[in-house]
Structures are given as C-alpha cells and as structure tokens.
C-alpha cells in the first residue's frame, strides 16, 4: 500500500489522530507536494507510452523524429522537476519521524517498520520476528509511547 495513500483517503482523519498524539506534519504540504508529484508521474508515463509507441512503427519519419526529441525533452524536464519535488515531499513526512524511529530498540523499529511502513498484520510481524503476536503489540504500543515522548519533547525545545 502506498504510505500517503491513508493521508489521501482520510487527510482530515489522520490531522485528528495527529493532533490527538501531539504530532505536527504539515499534511497539507505534504499533499499539494504528492499530488503535484502524481500528475507529472502521470504526465512522464504518457510521454513514455507515446515515445514506444512511435518506436515500434518501423523506420521514423523526420516529423516523428523531431517529435520523439520534443518528448524526450519534456520526460528531461519532469524528471529534473519531480527530483527535487519528491525529495521535499519524503523529507516533510518522514525526516524528523525516522531520526526520532532510529532511536528506538531494535526489536521496536522492525515491528514499527513493518506494520507502519510496510504495511504487515501483527501476525504477519509476529511471524517474521518469531515472536507472539501480543509482544508484537507491546513493541507498537510502548513504540509509539516512546516516539510521542520524544516527538512532544522536540516539539517543546524548538523555539
């Protein structure tokens, strides 16, 4: 499951359990950042499905050629625009949330890993950690404890 794909769905849902955690994304960035990400995603792919298209009809007139050059062009300049996009988009969801999951334990961080990012059930983490599904929920549980904790400590030192 793509991971904004719930702040997509529910934007306003997961703005209440932030707040309820104590948490600060700034979810609307974030969006406007993935969904500008998305329509050039979706530009690049027809640009791309135009250009094997053209490929695949034998020997190209010139016409054809300088077209392919236009589209090549324009897949240079979405890439050279998604790049720098995307990366901002990923740093505001995730920069301050990973340094924060780095410092967890170690059994904590693959239990978050996998049910959070992921996306596994808690059997399926409890399966690939070899341990009972209920330590699996102790893990999230003092996990997210832990990450509120500190979350909410950061937030308080910064000026």
Do not use: C
Request: hydrophobic fraction near 40%.
């Amino acid at each position: 499951m793509d991971r904004l794909q719930r702040v997509r769905d529910d934007p306003e849902g997961v703005r209440a359990m932030l707040a309820a955690r104590h948490f600060d994304a700034p979810l609307d960035r974030i969006l406007q950042l993935d969904t500008q990400s998305r329509e050039l995603r979706a530009k690049k792919e027809l640009l791309q499905a135009e250009r094997n298209k053209a490929s695949k009809g034998g020997p190209p007139s010139d016409g054809v050629k300088a077209r392919m050059r236009e589209v090549g062009d324009q897949i240079k300049e979405i890439d050279a625009t998604l790049g720098p996009l995307e990366t901002e988009r990923d740093a505001l969801g995730s920069a301050r949330l990973g340094r924060l999951i780095a410092g967890l334990s170690p059994a904590q961080r693959a239990a978050v890993t996998m049910f959070y990012y992921e996306g596994r059930s808690v059997e399926q983490v409890a399966s690939v950690l070899g341990m009972p599904e209920n330590t699996v929920k102790t893990h999230l549980l003092r996990a997210r404890a832990a990450l509120r904790a500190a979350w909410t400590h950061e937030t308080e030192r910064e000026p």
